[in-house]
């Protein structure tokens, strides 16, 4: 048995955090003003209550101006559109992130279409999600940066590797195999009409695990020495109590797995890491792309 190195998303996402830290300090240094988050929570689901809270202190700990906009549940698709509009249009906002999941009275897409696509940090856009899919840089979704960033972290040579994806999601599925892609592995996108799907994963040297069901992955799943990425996080009963897994039978695979992450403790603190490192980044590239285009009007003008 291999006893598999645990991947601590936790300790790794304050080292990212520190870097982001770097780059504000040097933005705030450049521009005179820190970049700026602003979160739109539309009703009172439990969860996403907790997560915009989190993500508004978190930016803030790292020097970004994180604002959270609560509309209420009743709030129209129009009145949020509105809304959008108002943040689109705000010069010292830079990065804007609408919390999903939406109440089902509003159409998802296209209030995700409707975010400036250069203030798109989350990377749902369908401009950022077209460019990533053509190798071109654009805003990625964070948690399969996150990702990334533990499978690098876990010394895997991704060239060449046969990389399996469980899930074919446009928030981590489709975005992660691009990015694997991008690696130079080899990658196969399973979902749930996947024929003999253990099998398959175990062919897999990169196991990203990504479809919302419990402990799905089984040991016997894995291939000796694959590096196990668990996307998932579950609210289960055991033992009388309610407890977070993922999509990974985490003791199980432990033993079989050379690396593998947590849940919790995992990817989830990548996630937000690289929100505020995506903010940083579109602030960085919004205000180089004013400085050119002022640029070409003086220029033009004289």
Partial sequence: ???????????????????????????????????????????????????????ERTAKEVGIRGALHTLPGTTTEAELLHKIDELNRDPNVDGILVQLPLPKHINEERVLDAIDAGKDVDGFHHVNTGLLSSGRSALVPCTPIGCM??????????????????????IVGKPVAQLLLKENATVTIAHSRTRDLPALCRTADVL????????????????PGAVVIDVGINRIERD?????VGDVAFDEVKEVASAVTPVPGGVGPMTIAYLLSNTVDAATARLSRLVRHKGVFLEAAR
Avoid: Q
């Fill in 1 to 55: 048995m291999l006893n598999g190195k645990v991947l601590d998303g936790k300790a790794l996402s304050a080292k990212v955090r520190e870097e982001v830290k770097e780059k504000v300090n040097a933005f705030v240094g450049r521009h005179g003003r820190p970049p700026g988050l602003d979160v739109i929570l539309v009703g009172e689901n439990p969860a996403s209550v907790v997560y915009t809270r989190n993500k």
């Fill in 149 to 170: 960033r533990l499978l690098a972290e876990s010394g895997i040579s991704l060239d060449g590797a046969h990389a399996v994806v469980l899930g074919r999601s446009n």
């Fill in 208 to 223: 990203v695990a990504a479809v919302g069901r419990p402990e799905l992955v089984r040991g016997d799943w894995v291939k």
């Fill in 240 to 244: 009388g109590k309610f407890v977070l």
